[in-house]
């Protein structure tokens, strides 16, 4: 069965430090997402993309953020200064045709720490 | 900003009975419901969702039920197994003007014991 996988893992950071997250969706799905949850919180949306551009973003997805897809497969988010409060673990999701009443399949998620 | 609410933070039943997990929302631009389980370290995993034009979706264990005119859903697993312990998140999508992201309650751990 097809899934959304992602790299790496876990990632360990120095705050003030770049760091690339990287997923790579369902193969013939055209809408992705990155989500994340700090610990003992909500998940929370971060972003949608479609077509090379961001569709929505949320108040979290500030100028440190930013997301990219740089081939025919992988899908990333870059945060460009890493805070202490960007622990977290982050989620990649995408979705068939982003119509909104569909299901978004989630990855396993990367367990960032800033330290 | 609570717009999908659990409750509920956990909840316990035995083997073979009813689990019944529970979630509130407050926007009633949403409409479609998902609900996602998770176990440790891993990705939410897609169980079942509804449209708002249902009132009940079946698949296999699992029964999403949704009642509009109180904004609340329900799931429910019959008969319950040790294997669905794990949490379980709520999910709605479509409020006001945005029809892409998902807004997640705070989610349920069920714990089912043998």
């Known amino acids: 069965e097809p899934e959304v996988t992602q790299t790496p893992s876990h990632q360990v950071t120095q705050m003030g430090q770049e760091v690339i997250l990287r997923c790579v969706p369902i193969s013939n799905h055209l809408y992705f997402y990155w989500y994340r949850q700090i610990l003992g919180q909500k998940v929370e949306f971060l972003v949608s993309?479609?077509?090379?551009?961001?569709?929505?973003k949320s108040e979290i997805f500030d100028d440190q953020f930013s997301v990219e897809r740089p081939d025919g497969s992988n899908f990333t988010l870059k945060i460009r200064s890493t805070k202490l409060e960007d622990s977290a673990m982050y989620f990649c999701?995408?979705?068939?045709?982003?119509?909104?009443?569909?299901?978004?399949?989630f990855g396993p998620g990367t367990r960032l720490l800033v330290l | 900003d609570q717009q999908v609410k659990q409750n509920s933070p956990s909840l316990s039943v035995q083997e073979g009975r009813i689990s019944i997990l529970n979630c509130d929302y407050t926007n009633s631009m949403f409409d479609y419901f998902l609900w996602y389980k998770k176990y440790p370290a891993e990705g939410p995993t897609f169980l079942i969702s509804i449209s708002s034009i249902k009132d009940k979706n079946e698949d296999g264990r699992f029964t999403v039920f949704l009642n509009k005119s109180a904004k609340h859903l329900s799931l429910h697993i019959v008969p319950s197994q040790p294997g669905d312990s794990a949490v379980y998140f709520c999910?709605?999508?479509?409020?006001?003007?945005?029809?892409?992201?998902?807004?997640f309650g705070k989610g349920t751990l069920l714990t089912v014991n043998p």
């Open positions: 999701a995408s979705s068939e045709q982003g119509t909104g009443q569909e299901t978004q399949y």
């Open positions: 993309f479609y077509n090379n551009e961001i569709s929505e």
């Open positions: 999910a709605a999508s479509g409020g006001g003007g945005s029809n892409y992201k998902l807004t």
